[in-house]
């Protein structure tokens, strides 16, 4: 090959014709956020959390009890207790997931002493004391402040019996039933927010088909009915159907089909969706623990899919429903990794890193984006299982970056989503492309503006400019989470490892500007 050398007068005008671009460039983003618009409200039900009996969820993490040297209320630990109140907890799922389909409410109610001990075969086939029941879940949502979201038992149990139980905890008039939880120390009727019709009935709470699982669920939503007097006109309790556990559409079909002939002796109200991240399919084998970038990229990757199974389940409910009356409700969803190595498998116990924290956020941005049909979701789980808020070792307790994701977002619960148009540009590892910015913004009921931003780059920080448009901005705030590497995490001897800290934010004739660090998630409050 002949190589042309110019001379140094021709090389440098050459140089003279080629565009100048600062070396930040690649760096930058600009947002446009238009507040004079609004979409739909961002339900606070979308912040939901999920308490299974599994594992130390429950015994250990919630429920030590009244006898124990570790703090506690009626049983119930006070410092998980303290720290759940401020995350404004709207909901909690109880007693499942896998285990409710072989629930019997008898089994906690009464005396401690007298409960049957029973064996947990959906996870570990682990001796249950049972002094964990009913009485006790809704003294536990009471004093965090939230609200019960009790999943019945269609596969081993009868309608009588979930009638019965919802009886107990809604009755108002002095029936027998009414009057045996008086006796257990709660005359006063429960409030039951939403009411599961099963759960995974295609798979572990049943193996069922589609079309018997409409025939059974017309069956308990017509035979178990609420009565407590204060949720007949309003407050009604939600009755949340059974809906698909993989991205195919047939469950949704019947369901839905059968909505929308429906007659006055039954009805829904939400249909359930379940879907996890796991980057390495089934069984779970990614780790929880020292993992580096490509294992950070590959899990964002494989969470982001979250959006298309909206689009493809809310395609067929609009069909059959489309004033979206019937809620998509997304009751289990997160991150599912191995093991923690020396723990009980059939726990499910793994840590919490910042790739977490960034990975709930993304989820919960796509949840405010479908609000329209997506209502509810819930969060797996809530401590010491998969995803989980709070770890517990006997009196020690720590709370992860999932935990201050959602404190962060506390604002967008009951928000009203407001556009934000952006480039979200993009980060490559390897074969992985990412989009490298998410963002979302919504208005409170106060006025105030709240915009959160996350940087999937976890090695670059990105330079955000932001124009707000239809309002006036005074003064603006916020906190960013961040971590020294994807797979920082929070310990009990070093609990503040990953924690949220103030953000330098500036806001200039109607322009807000700020750094985003690498791997980060950011909350900024702009005031009119």
Known sequence: MKIIKFPAVFRNCLLLLLPIVPAAAQDQAHLSIDAAKSGAKIDRNLFGQFAENLGRGLYG??????????????????DVVGALRELKVPDVRWPGGCFADQYHWRNGIGPADKRPATVNSAWGDVVDSNAFGTDEFMDFVHQIGSNAYVSLNLGSGTPQEAAEWVEYMTAAEPTALAKERAANGHPAPYKIAMLGLGNESWDCGGAMSPDYYVSLMKIYSRFVPNMNPAQRDKDQMLRIAVGPGTPTTEWTEAVMKAWQHHTWSWDINGLSLHWYTVPTGWPPSAPSINFGVE??????????????????????MDKYDP???VALVVDEWGEWFAPLPGTN????????????AVLAALNLNIFARHADRVRMANIAQMINVLQAMILTDREKMVLTPTYYIYKMYVPFQDATFVPVAFDAGTYVHGDVTLPRLDAIAARDATGKLWLALTNLDPEKP???????NGMKTAAASGETLTAPAVDSINTFDSPRTVVPKPAAVKTRDGKLTVTLDPKSVTVISITP
Do not use: C, H
């Open 323 to 325: 004033e979206k009356k």
């Open 61 to 78: 993490g919630i429920w030590v009890g009244p006898d124990s040297s570790i703090p506690n209320t009626r049983g119930i630990r006070n």
């Open 345 to 356: 498998k059939s726990f499910l116990e793994q840590q919490n890193s910042m790739r977490d």
């Open 462 to 468: 990105l330079q955000i400019e932001a124009d707000i």
């Open 295 to 316: 294992d950070y990229a590959k899990t964002i990757k494989s969470t982001l899919f979250m959006d298309e199974f909206l689009r493809k389940q809310e395609a067929v």
